[in-house]
């Protein structure tokens, strides 16, 4: 949590410089180039938490993209988790010179990496369609494979489409390949927050109550003010997730009531929440997950969210449970240290190796 | 949690009366009387948080006792949660009029039932020997057993001792039946906490950190005047479960640090811990499990405690899969209010029928 | 399975008398009496399996029926397994000595219990609807339980009405509760054949593939000479789960082809007929389930179908997960010897208390 | 299994040519090639099944083992599965060619590549020591290590070994990294049998009871007659597993007898051996295979051998409530065709990045 924290303050700080521009200054013809662009996202207009209808994305753009002008590439898209931006994946996880390397060592073809924006002032709209948050998801899967499909010379199908994401876009890499079959062929989620509602994602978790408790504007500014990211994401969550608009200032609608400082389960509600995680939807979706071309998800044991580990490994047997293809990967790490290594030693080459290369 | 506490402060209230003088006044000669005892507890000199090595417990008589002066009884001994004594049994279960019931209707033979008291300045001692708080599974096996069976009429033979708890009374029916075998033939855990490390039970739950967070003997006080509950608790727990005596004021090994506000596993002492939780004992116990003439676990499905319902079925299911006989009762309910309907409805006449009569 | 065989041979030899007379001849006043009953079952007209639309039943009269002409009783419908029929109960099980002591006692109501008989050439058919072997869970449902309201003294409401069953009566029971709900207020499982597609029950068993070579009629009456029961049984299972009706004379759409001696999976079938095992429809029939006043499941750790322990805990733990009530009684003991003892001791009781007593 | 039988006559037909002596005919200077040698096994001397002490093994010698002859190389072990011998990674899996492959596209370092003969007249020793079927697990880890590393450049250190085994050799992977650490550091287990007691692993398979049945030379000769693959595989499972040596000529000691054609478990022997498969070894060896460098399993979903699947994901499960760090690949496929494409594309290469190069 500090460590996101952190990494939220470090971020802020940034300046990614003017969108459209090339971030990353090639070291030579042999890399390729970051380009920011601003993309039209008409799925969020009328969303409640006054988040933009214009959001910011990356681009890599690999080392032939400019001299060979009749090709055409295959793309993945990166989502990053709560709390971040796209600047996760260039400063931190150094995306770009890993893709670099990759592609000059042979260990991937040449790809488009596009690294959206999706954060809103709670974190995130976890990649779902909301009527608090916004439709994220129509927005990731429509507007901006439309957007990047018009602008950049991609193989525009699914074949040659991936997305992986990490700790909420773990999460949203599921939830879309669940929800919006039919636009990646290749997934993989690294530490996937959100799969099932058990240790620190279940209501043992205090976060909940502080969050359940908020009942004003300045409730919310003093959760922010004291740093409670738990209670902040815990919001941002039940924004996401929420079928039914509530009151002003939360619209949330929590599934559950609190009885003098105790939750007490509203059981109709509760129900749909659970039955709106990934872990119970395998079932009904099994036919879209045992289409793709190739599932991958992965978690390191020391994750300081206690809930990730046990919900990926659970998501991996109900996988299995219901005869669905898939790669986990179950390693010593953290939450975010291994990212950036497991990207470029796993899954870069695996979801790369998965992807048409030509139309 | 509210509610604990609430019936902490009205346990706290009562008085109870002068130890070894009867307590419930019979309505009738039909009725049992409860007595109060007060019992040696050298299993308990020497532990370091300052618990008294003289204890007391109630009995109940059956209607018969003081008339059939050569007759001999099975001891049925209820073990209380945290936060609780044996007022918990008495007022507010109503066990006395219970049995009364069910001695009149046949439902349960004539039984002694033992309520020792088993609290500390945390909360309590979890049933288990400890260089902290002190070796409560010898008080209540040992010490307990034969000051009973040398004071009253009982049957002393394990064919004719059950062991029923609730809550921290439940893990320690399961915890003695696992590490002092022998001594009970019938063992009921109504909404046995501590099984697994889940949920609100897992380090997920801030209280670990608050707990883990005390430094010094104000941090201490700090905790208990402003009620933080869980976080007393902790410290309840990790002094009953440290191997390792640590440094005063709290003295007990925490199996991970902290690091900048964040939770640092000890894989080793993680292990360790794990191993040391009944769902993790299964295997190695099952022998002694196996030769138990009844095994019983039950649990309401709205436990405020959000990892006893998942730890209760959990260590159903590892008891099956360890092939040991034992009865589930999955019920609608929360952790404290179908206790003495269960009681009466179920689980006396559940363990009494399983007990022998005569030496 | 050479149990049941003999079983079967045994109850062949046994003559039960006219329909409609008392079979079990009272002893005294105090117990009730046994008639046998012919029901017109419309619901099995068109059967291919060639089952008579007209099936017998027996029926448990309590003692006050006879002189209480105004007083009218709870039902509890006891279903019974594979190759067995209703004289299982009576003759093996003497469920009507067990009733009568159990009512002296005062440990059940006065209560009809009624016996129906669930057989076919190949068994039985699983107590479920099939265009092959009949619609026996509408039989069951609504002509029996029609046809025992009309002639008896019944409380003709689902609060007063029960289902026990064993075996594949037992897999009826729960199937009956998730398929027709409303029915009956309390349902016991004992020994469930057939929740989950493991061990025994799964196409490891070589039965599966003989009965599927199954070509002509000749090679059925080969199976059922060569007391191949297993074999016989999967004829039996298909019949009652197959949705599609194929060519004669085995009619059955098995979900696998037979390639060179190997079983190829057809990955549809196979789907949808995992799916209509009870294990997998918890999740949808939950609000039912929830609503029942009892639900049991109980099995012998020495059961020597194999898959019914590992699949009654699976289904325990899927309850659970699914946050609805229930009992689990695992005990030692195999398919058969403890059911007469179970029910008197444990089941009988227990369905009793909860089942209405008045209109 | 009809398909294993006719690989087993396929490879009997074929002559592998002189040990010691080339096999595969380099098509060029940059191809490996294949020595077979003989090995001493003095690990097997006295078993009771016949089993020769003098062992065949192929050597595949990566490219420049003739040139560079101060390099010294890292070293696989494949492991193959019942009823094969190494000619099934020759001849059917081609694994001489896929290595050629991959060395020429750096896709993998220069190795050794070492395939043991591991078979007897039941199949195999499933790579276990045991008094019936001889020391396999010695000669794997001991013999034929110690025989390699003197005979060949290899790097003789942990650092630089790995086992990869298919099926029955899956399983002999993961047994030797539980029984005997220290020698590999990476290890992979492809389809592997054996891992839990279900499906047409568990006493549910008639195979068993035919197994059981055998009491004298005849019976086993008429068992290998009638090409009774799965008895004849038990007896091998048996003779591998007994921990007690029973009567000739099968010796083996089941956990069960066979009382009027039903299987009536001896539950302590039962215990026994269900403790003895790796799914209930995991806790026990759990330091052992979190120091492995790498930890791999695979399976096919369409597996004829019902219970690799279901045991495979279960064994993964076990692992992450370990808290042991392993790659899972849960594929479309069956028991043996995606073996050779999944070596090459994935295993090898995986297995190759962890081994250590240099002394």
Known sequence: MVRLLSALVLLAALNFGTPGVSVAQSSSDADGRVVEIEVPAPALVGNLLGTSDIQDAAVYLPPSYESELDRRYPVIYLLHGIFDDYGVWLKIEEVAARLDRLIA?????EVLVVMPNAGNKYGGGYYRNSSISGKWADYITDDLVDHVDAKFRTI???????????SMGGYGALHLAISHPGVYSVVWAMSP????????????????K?????????DIENLLANQDFFAVAVLGIMSAFSTEV???????????DMVRGEVVLDEAAYDQYLDSL??????????????LRG??????????FLHIPPGTIAFSQRLGSERIPHLLDVYDGDHRQEV???LETLILPWVGARLTLAD
Do not use: K, M
């Open 278 to 291: 990934p872990i119970r939807q395998v079932r009904a979706a099994r036919d879209d997950l045992r289409n």
């Open 156 to 166: 525009a199908s699914e074949e040659s489409r991936a997305v992986v994401g990490h």
């Open 340 to 342: 950036g290594d497991r």
């Open 210 to 218: 502080r969050a359940a408790s908020v009942e004003s504007q300045e």
């Open 105 to 109: 060592a042979e260990a991937i073809p």
């Open 295 to 304: 599932l991958g998800i992965g978690v390191g044991l020391s994750d300081q």
């Open 246 to 256: 509530g009151e002003p200032p939360v619209y949330a609608d929590f599934p559950f």
């Open 193 to 208: 927050c959100c799969l099932a509602a058990t240790d620190d994602f279940g209501f043992g978790n205090d976060a909940w």
